[in-house]
């Protein structure tokens, strides 16, 4: 064999040989970024640089974030006459720092938001007006201190019941259906370039997305700017189908951009027959509800890989209206699925597992675009 010969021989091994192909530095944001963002939602331990585990995640797969609980009515403004800025400036920070689509959640909501919000100092309701004030004071304080630094606020999240109709809570009860057109235009004033959007769960019922359409095209008409509908997503290996959700996703392009702001799939017994994401839910734990303990069964793996491929591939078909895919949290350890509606069980809901290694099914998600 002539030396050369023998070169190009050896050469060509190395170049085949498997052990030799450099690591893929594939990320999730990276996989999807000529289509959309790919969120996260953070806790104050990600951005105020405790989570050592969960950051270094959060900086590699995410190109968006969303605060889980800092920028809530009772979190930043908890009393009257005080605002409490402290965690919601480290958030935009981090997003600021590592150059992220940064996400407000969320202004105006029935839940997380204290009593006297609605109540004067004796402790009456609040007239119509005394409370649009409120509402106006709230919105306004907190967009211009973030003014072309938030990029998109959830403006109003969950107004509507399942069935298409406007929920009953204190805002519709004081100032009535137009709280909405409301809270949209006190946020455009102060931040006429954010995206603003609606939000809120189960919107693959086919009621309650008529529902959304009618109410945001209602504000749409009257000059108010809607930038497009929030669809939450927390969803169950039992469901909701692909077709399902793409059917809401459908009707929601119409009126402008569509996000997934709080994607997770569930893996657990449901604990009621019907389950949305209504956080005053809650039902006691019962073994039988809490089985993966030790760990999820293959078959269960199978099956939330299976869920989470058919939703991203309806992401993927309807890319020219949907402009982020956000998770609900970073690692199935921090989720709020551990958390509701029964508290102390071991769930699996994301795509990091508790020791912040990528799942199976993460490795599947960023292969997916490119198998397009
Ligand atoms: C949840 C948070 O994840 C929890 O930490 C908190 O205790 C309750 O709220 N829909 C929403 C989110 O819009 O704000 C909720 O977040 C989950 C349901």
């Not at 050592?52 to 995640?57: D, E, T, Y």
């Not at 350890?333 to 795509?351: E, H, I, M």
């Amino acid at each position: 064999m002539s030396k050369s010969f023998f070169l190009f021989l050896a050469a060509l091994i190395v170049t085949c040989s498997p052990q030799e192909k450099p690591e893929t530095e594939q990320t999730l944001a990276s996989a999807y970024q000529d289509y959309f963002y790919i969120g996260a939602a953070l806790n104050t331990s990600q951005y105020n640089g405790t989570d050592q585990r969960g950051i270094p995640i959060v900086k590699k797969h995410f190109n968006s974030i969303t605060p889980e609980n800092d920028l809530k009515w009772d979190r930043i403004h908890p009393q009257p006459n005080r605002f409490n800025f402290e965690e919601a400036d480290q958030f935009v920070e981090f997003g600021e720092k590592n150059d992220m689509f940064i996400v407000g959640h969320v202004l105006v909501w029935h839940s997380q938001t204290p009593d006297w919000v609605f109540e004067d100092e004796n402790g009456e309701e609040l007239s119509r007006e005394a409370l649009l004030e409120r509402m106006e004071n709230h919105i306004t304080t907190i967009v211009t201190r973030y003014k072309g630094r938030v990029n998109g606020w959830d403006v109003v999240n969950e107004a509507l019941n399942d069935d298409g109709s406007l929920r009953e809570s204190k805002w519709y009860q004081i100032i009535g259906a137009d709280f909405i057109a409301k809270a949209f235009e006190f946020a455009q004033a102060a931040d006429p370039d954010a995206e603003l959007y609606y939000n809120d769960y189960s919107l693959f019922l086919p009621e309650k997305a008529d529902g959304a359409v009618r109410l945001v095209k209602e504000i749409q008409e009257q000059g108010i700017k809607v930038t497009g509908i929030g669809i939450q997503g927390h969803y169950m290996i039992g469901g909701p189908s692909g077709e399902e959700v793409e059917t809401s996703i459908k009707k929601f392009k119409e009126l402008g951009v569509v996000a997934i702001t709080e994607l997770d799939v569930d893996v657990l017994p449901a604990a009621f027959q019907f389950m949305g994401a209504d956080i005053s839910m809650r039902a006691d734990l019962r073994d039988e509800l809490n089985p993966y303990t030790e760990g999820m069964p293959d078959s269960i793996k199978q099956a939330q890989i299976d869920r989470y491929t058919e939703y991203f591939e309806v992401f993927m078909r309807h890319r020219d209206a949907i402009n982020r895919v956000t998770t609900w949290g970073v690692t199935d350890g921090d989720s709020w699925k551990n958390g509701w509606p029964v508290s102390g069980r071991t769930n699996y809901a994301l795509l990091f597992d508790r020791q912040g290694n990528e799942k199976e099914v993460a490795k599947v998600l960023m292969e997916l675009p490119s198998k397009k």
